[in-house]
């Protein structure tokens, strides 16, 4: 299995630009999770998924960030506009259920930098 | 879900046990303990969990204490490449929440 894959590794973009990021979730896992990691905030809970319906976004920071599910093997987080503020490295993982003996597995992340 | 303490950072000899501890001493009975670490530009690996019973992998061992207060991550023999920030997480185990909340967790430095 190839893992989680995130797209794009990096993202360069000017303050205001639409910013999209991708992810292809570990084929056959029902759970999908986003996290946003900064120095000064650590590792964040932005949204999960379950069976591609939003469970709870009450980490998405404001109105500007909106994430979707379209079917069982892909997301996207969206920001738009963005703002320097949402430089960080995002990341986003996948289980197979809500277990406790199903971790989470992350993808390798996609570093923003909003100019 | 209850919150961990760890010690900000750690070091340890290359081919000596690594022994990470972690507090949470509001921990509830249904709660599990997870460690995750994380190496510089990844993204986070898991590396075991457990309830009450001591646990080991092929990556590390797990003790918990009696009362489920506090915990400790070993590593066996530390390598360079064991050199990363571990977390300490407290989970409900089932439920109808999935979610991981991470803290600051612990820097491990592996020196040669």
């Known amino acids: 299995d190839a893992g989680v894959i995130q797209s794009p590794r990096h993202e360069v973009t000017e303050m205001g630009q639409e910013v999209t990021l991708r992810c292809k979730p570990i084929s056959g896992h029902d759970y999908l999770f986003w996290y946003r990691q900064t120095m000064m905030r650590g590792l964040e809970l932005l949204i999960y998924?379950?069976?591609?319906?939003?469970?709870?976004d009450s980490g998405m920071p404001e109105d500007r960030f909106s994430a979707k599910m379209p079917n069982a093997s892909f997301s996207t987080l969206k920001i738009q506009p963005s703002e320097p503020r949402d430089s960080a490295v995002y990341f986003c993982?996948?289980?197979?259920?809500?277990?406790?003996?199903?971790?989470?597995?992350f993808g390798n992340g996609t570093r923003l930098t909003v100019t | 879900d209850a919150k961990t303490t760890q010690p900000p950072s750690m070091d340890c000899a290359e081919g000596r046990a690594a022994n990470l501890p972690c507090n949470h001493s509001?921990?509830?009975?249904?709660?599990?303990v997870y460690w995750y670490r994380q190496i510089h530009s990844q993204g986070p690996q898991y590396i075991i969990h457990?309830?009450?019973n001591n646990e080991t992998n092929e990556m590390a061992s797990l003790i918990i204490t009696e009362d489920r207060k506090s915990s400790t991550l070993i590593l066996p023999h530390a390598t360079l490449r064991d050199t990363a920030v571990y977390y300490c997480i407290v989970r409900f185990g089932s439920g109808n929440t999935g979610k991981l909340i991470f803290g600051q967790g612990t820097t491990l430095q592996v020196k040669p």
């Open positions: 998924f379950n069976n591609n319906v939003p469970i709870d």
């Open positions: 457990g309830l009450k």
């Open positions: 509001t921990i509830s009975g249904n709660e599990y």
């Open positions: 993982a996948s289980s197979l259920r809500d277990r406790h003996n199903s971790p989470l597995h």
